[in-house]
């Protein structure tokens, strides 16, 4: 058991009967009153994120959880495909429990997070940035920089990512997978 000091990103708890995933976590302090942990929870077996208050000490029941290396292989639709960096096994996963889709390519190697009581996969969890090509946006037109002004493109996943005009197709560029946005342009 822990209780709500505990509490931090990535941490997997089991709460009303399913195991979630705290995504985003604030601990308030209110000048009347008792304190609180404001918290986001994501389901790692539907997905869905919910809204949820801790009051200061409450106990929560944590997930003991074992992190394991894979690479990303393939999808079929809204299933995709990994393979064991040491032992060479192949799993499939759901969509859902995959933080952003959209920016995994072909050969990533990825963390994924198991249930130590039975062994099963709870969710993947992408490194912090990843490179991309940009495969179509259209030219910037130069006198339309009175401030940062950006333009749609389309990257090598199929992702589409707002980045400054200067980035042009073929540019490989590094981009934040928790918010889904460009970072920088790549360095070769």
Same mark, same amino acid.
């Given at each position: 058991?822990?209780?709500?000091?505990?509490?931090?990103?990535? +941490?997997?708890?089991?709460?009303?009967?399913?195991?979630?995933?705290? %995504? !985003?976590?604030?601990?308030?302090?209110?000048?009347?009153?008792?304190?609180?942990?404001?918290?986001?929870?994501?389901?790692?077996?539907?997905?869905?994120?919910?809204? =949820?208050?801790?009051?200061?000490?409450?106990?929560?029941?944590? %997930?003991?959880?074992?992190?394991?290396?894979?690479?990303?292989?393939?999808?079929?639709?809204? $299933?995709?495909?990994?393979?064991?960096?040491?032992?060479?096994?192949?799993?499939? +996963?759901?969509?859902?429990? #995959?933080?952003?889709?959209? +920016?995994?390519?072909?050969?990533?190697? %990825?963390?994924?997070?198991? =249930?130590?009581?039975?062994? #099963?996969?709870?969710?993947?969890?992408?490194?912090?940035?990843?490179? +991309?090509?940009?495969?179509?946006?259209?030219?910037? %037109?130069?006198? =339309?920089?009175?401030?940062?002004?950006?333009?749609?493109?389309?990257?090598? $996943?199929?992702?589409?990512? =707002?980045?400054? #005009?200067?980035?042009?197709?073929?540019?490989?560029?590094?981009?934040?997978?928790?918010?889904?946005?460009?970072?920088?342009?790549?360095? !070769?």
């Amino acid at each position: 058991m822990a209780n709500t000091s505990d509490i931090r990103k990535g +941490l997997c708890i089991k709460y009303n009967h399913d195991i979630y995933k705290i %995504v !985003e976590f604030l601990h308030v302090k209110p000048g009347k009153g008792p304190a609180f942990v404001r918290t986001k929870l994501k389901s790692v077996t539907t997905g869905k994120v919910i809204d =949820n208050t801790f009051s200061a000490g409450h106990k929560i029941e944590d %997930v003991r959880v074992e992190t394991r290396s894979y690479q990303y292989l393939y999808d079929e639709g809204d $299933t995709f495909h990994f393979m064991n960096t040491d032992d060479y096994n192949q799993i499939s +996963l759901q969509k859902s429990s #995959l933080d952003a889709p959209d +920016l995994l390519k072909e050969g990533e190697i %990825v963390t994924i997070l198991f =249930n130590t009581e039975d062994s #099963l996969p709870l969710s993947v969890e992408m490194p912090a940035s990843v490179i +991309l090509e940009v495969t179509h946006t259209e030219p910037g %037109v130069k006198g =339309n920089t009175a401030t940062n002004a950006t333009k749609p493109a389309t990257v090598e $996943t199929g992702a589409r990512i =707002n980045v400054p #005009l200067f980035i042009n197709e073929g540019d490989k560029i590094k981009v934040d997978t928790e918010k889904g946005a460009y970072m920088e342009r790549a360095k !070769e």
